[in-house]
């Protein structure tokens, strides 16, 4: 009979007999351990039937293992000196730009004879 429901199957007599009672909760370090043996090369079809997990399980595990490991070996530290070089140049580009707006400005107002705005006294 089918699990129209999807929900976890119940261990029969004959799985209790065998010891064949896979754990509902895989922790990490486990799922870890299973993992790198398919990074090695053992079967998934092997470690499938003697651990009782479906195969696309064990994929999915090992799909997210990777990208995880991937995603990790792209992420730079958080004291990465590149970075912080990086950081203070797009800051000093910045500060430059803005100065040389200013400058382009003042050259405007003075080659047309605009007068500045004058600061009032604050007493």
Do not use: C
Not at 104 to 120: C, M, Q, S, V
């Amino acid at each position: 009979m089918e699990n129209p429901t999807n929900t976890p199957k119940l261990p029969t007599r004959a799985d209790v007999k065998s010891g064949a009672q896979r754990p509902q909760r895989w922790s990490a370090a486990r799922k870890q351990e299973i993992v790198l043996r398919l990074l090695r090369g053992e079967p998934i079809d092997a470690i499938a039937r003697e651990l009782g997990v479906e195969p696309y399980r064990l994929e999915r595990w090992r799909d997210r293992a990777l990208a995880a490991m991937s995603a990790g070996l792209k992420a730079r530290a958080e004291a990465d000196p590149v970075r912080a070089g990086l950081a203070a140049a797009h800051q000093r580009v910045g500060e430059l730009s803005m100065e040389n707006e200013l400058l382009r400005e003042k050259i405007t107002r003075l080659e047309n004879g605009i007068p500045f705005h004058r600061a009032r006294s604050r007493r």
